[in-house]
């Protein structure tokens, strides 16, 4: 038996003696993500979706399943559906059917849930993920439309709980893989993938603090080798990348664990708990025939014309997928640089404004936006959309080391500068202010040079005489009588001419 939850991490590469047969566990993970839709209206009334308002301000009579309301779809949700399923190559089925699908919750007012069942709009279709062994290919089952739940209140209330119905009915697009994963770090770079894509056409925000994007993760195990799958138990919710990554792997190292000890795997809900780091009963499973779905009678089937895809089609935006294959063959980008680049659909559209700006320097604009830029966003905790350096001016300062007006260390400052708002933000202000331009007159620097050789004997005769380091410290002697401001390898090559004359 484990002693403590970290343990059971140690399982997943482990093999285990079963009679005289060494068996190793497979792990097997299906993800089903519901992404909100960026509808300013919910799915099946007019209430809004607004994050933020006071409890049950934004419920109207549909949301709250008062007698004799009616549906009415909305048709925002159905063409941000179609859009994504489009994005993935699968199959926008027309018809499809709403089902109701029925359980009894508190914040369910009508006790049942309007979803999807048979007929989803979008079945089928492929996600791209990169692993440390290279591509793979994630299979997707379905995405259908369906609407939220209301929310339970528990930590306002002593010995009870509140209903809030402000999310009752917003519009959730739920998005099903086939149990094609094989460890937390393939779900994690699968969940990151999505969120990226629905970001990048427009359909959801992303916003995994507002519950915008939660994941549910079904996990099981199995014997390596073996095609049956094991049981598997669902944990719901997951609304950060890390909290899914270990919350699987607790559940791998609990199923492990039972079946290692002879026991057997229920069929179950359960709940990770970030502060204890474990995961834990939340109910039994239900299976589809519990819901008893049946076509909602309310709604009539979803025809959805040729005409009407292919006009979506059209005004899909460059996916990420097809922009970094074109970054890679015309910005000679590595495959790392271009997926890094199109992580995001503002950071590509930075890229690309600042290379505008900078024709045929595609690699030091990537190695500025990932290196300075990234990593100044991050500690800010800023989003690119709000970084401080537009394009244009980025691009002049990357200019400034292109023409060797200043030194990359030199960059550095002025990037700073840059980021702080100082003199205008005018990049040839800040390098005359600071004193930044290089050194790159060939009379003035052969005058430095000489002098430094003269006052160094020493130094010129050990090089002369085979020893490599006394160029380096030569060097450094006359990038101190410059103050750095010499052009590094404009001094190399012509100390070098001079030594070896």
């Not at 979706?49 to 009579?61: E, K, L, R, S, V």
């Not at 009915?169 to 779900?187: C, F, Q, W």
């Not at 309310?298 to 089609?313: H, R, V, Y």
């Not at 890094?340 to 690309?352: K, M």
């Amino acid at each position: 038996m484990c002693n403590h939850p970290s343990e059971f991490v140690r399982y997943r590469e482990t093999q285990f003696l079963a009679g005289n047969q060494i068996m190793q566990w497979e792990i097997v993970i299906g993800l089903e993500v519901h992404a909100q839709l960026s509808t300013r209206s919910k799915i099946f009334s007019g209430a809004s979706t607004a994050y933020g308002a006071p409890p049950n301000t934004q419920a109207c009579a549909i949301d709250l399943a008062l007698p004799g309301v009616l549906p009415v779809l909305n048709k925002g949700a159905v063409e941000r559906a179609i859009r994504f399923g489009l994005s993935v190559g699968a199959a926008i089925n027309s018809p499809s059917i709403f089902a109701r699908k029925n359980y009894f919750y508190p914040d369910l007012p009508k006790g049942y849930q309007i979803s999807q069942y048979e007929l989803p709009v979008v079945q089928g279709g492929t996600i791209r993920i990169q692993t440390e062994s290279g591509e793979k290919v994630i299979r997707l089952t379905r995405a259908h439309l369906e609407e939220d739940a209301g929310k339970s209140l528990h930590e306002d209330f002593h010995g009870m709980s509140g209903i809030d119905l402000n999310r009752a009915g917003t519009p959730l697009l739920e998005i099903v893989s086939e149990p094609d994963i094989r460890s937390s770090a393939e779900a994690v770079a699968y969940a990151k993938t999505l969120h990226a894509l629905v970001r990048w056409i427009g359909i959801c925000d992303g916003n995994m603090q507002e519950g915008s994007f939660r994941c549910d993760a079904n996990v099981s195990v199995r014997p390596k080798g073996t095609e049956k799958l094991g049981t598997r138990c669902e944990i719901k919710n997951l609304n950060s990348f890390r909290f899914l990554e270990k919350a699987i792997d607790f559940e791998v190292g609990r199923q492990i664990e039972i079946l290692e000890d002879g026991g057997v795997i229920r069929q179950e809900t359960r709940l990770y708990d970030a502060n204890r780091d474990e995961t834990r009963t939340m109910r039994t499973k239900e299976d589809a025939n519990d819901y008893r779905y049946f076509p909602d009678p309310d709604l009539l089937p979803l025809e959805i014309s040729p005409a009407w895809i292919e006009q979506i089609g059209r005004a899909l935006p460059e996916l990420p997928r097809v922009r970094q294959e074109r970054y890679m063959t015309e910005f000679a980008l590595s495959q790392y640089d271009a997926s890094v680049l199109t992580a995001s659909r503002e950071t590509a559209d930075f890229f690309e404004a600042t290379v505008g700006h900078l024709p045929g320097q595609g690699k030091l604009c990537a190695n500025w936006i990932m290196g300075e830029i990234s990593g100044q966003l991050n500690k800010d905790g800023i989003e690119i959309g709000s970084c401080p350096i537009s394009p244009d001016r980025l691009a002049t300062l990357l200019a400034r080391i292109v023409d060797k007006t200043i030194s990359g260390k030199a960059a550095k400052t002025v990037f700073d500068s840059l980021w702080k708002g100082e003199f205008g933000q005018d990049v040839d202000t800040i390098i005359a202010e600071k004193g930044l331009k290089q050194i790159s007159d060939d009379g003035a620097l052969e005058t430095l040079i000489d002098q430094v050789l003269t006052a160094n004997p020493q130094q010129v005769a050990d090089f002369r005489g085979g020893k490599e380091k006394a160029f380096n410290s030569l060097i450094g002697q006359i990038m101190k009588a410059t103050q750095g401001k010499a052009n590094p390898a404009q001094v190399n090559a012509m100390l070098k001419r001079k030594l070896e004359a």
